[in-house]
């Protein structure tokens, strides 16, 4: 249940045991846990602001939106869509990718960090697909996670962006949102994931995980939030903010 004060992710967040020696982390920790009607008010909102979020990632199917979010690790949005606009006009599936090579496929993506490791990882996964999945990208959250390349956080993005289903991935944006304002703290990108889930009315989960990354790349951003542009601040229960 949403009030069930036994759970500790539902009792005041400074009543948690933090890290010693991260103040950051540990300042964005004391708020409190954000109440179950402000949670649906939160989302409510963001919602009115953007009915239909989307990825700003650029993919065609769901195959080359795994590669989309592979190459995404630690590299911007528009830099993996600068990178994939050649490249998936001749390789937007697991043979297409397997037939244009591993060395080729370094030099469509050679401005991204990691690309040789990320070039590996595709060609290997694309091999799987095609071996494994009638190349096609499966449905199923461990066939997900045992590509090469592919975590948690990439299946989540997989299963609900190309199959709908209501999965949370927690990237730097949401970690740092869902503590700072109180939706849903915890210590750990997957103490966060399973915070959100239990606490986003069934409704939003759809397109929360959308909502809070555009929220916290644009608006809620790491070094200074725009607290003055936010249209949940009544709501949030950071105590630094900035207007
Ligand atoms: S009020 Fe400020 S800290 Fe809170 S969600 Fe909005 S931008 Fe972030």
């Known amino acids: 249940m949403l009030t069930d004060t036994s759970n500790p992710l539902r009792q005041p967040i400074r009543e948690a045991h933090f890290r010693k020696g991260n103040n950051a982390l540990s300042r964005i920790m004391v708020n409190r846990q954000m109440p179950p009607a402000d949670i649906a008010e939160f989302f409510t909102r963001l919602r009115r602001r953007n009915p239909e979020p989307r990825s700003e990632l650029e993919y065609v199917n769901p195959y080359t939106l ?47 960090g990691l690309y040789r490791t990320k070039a590996k990882n595709i060609i290997a ?34 299963l609900n962006v190309a199959f709908g289903e209501a999965a949370m991935a927690v990237d730097t944006h949401i970690f740092r949102l869902a503590n700072r304002t109180g939706l849903a703290p915890g210590k750990t990108p997957r103490a966060v994931e399973d915070a959100l889930v239990a ?38 229960r950071f105590e630094d903010k900035t207007a």
Not at 71 to 94: C, E, H, M, Y
Not at 128 to 138: F, K, N
Not at 147 to 152: D, K
Not at 214 to 236: E, F, I, M, S, T
């Open 66 to 112: 795994l590669v989309a979010v592979v190459l995404s690790a630690q590299a911007t949005d528009s830099g993996v869509n600068r990178a994939t606009k050649n490249l998936f006009a001749i390789a937007s599936t697991p043979a297409a990718m397997l037939e244009l090579g591993e060395e080729r496929l370094r030099g469509h993506i050679k401005s991204i």
């Open 125 to 158: 996964l694309s091999e799987i697909l095609l071996r494994e999945h009638g190349g096609e990208v499966p449905h199923a959250r461990e066939a997900l996670e045992a590509l090469p390349g592919v975590g948690r956080k990439t299946a989540n993005v997989v």
């Open 199 to 236: 606490v986003i009315p069934k409704r939003f989960m759809r397109s929360a995980h959308h909502w809070l990354i555009l929220h916290g790349r644009y608006v809620c951003k790491a070094r200074r939030p725009d607290c003055a542009q936010c249209v949940v601040r009544d709501l949030c």
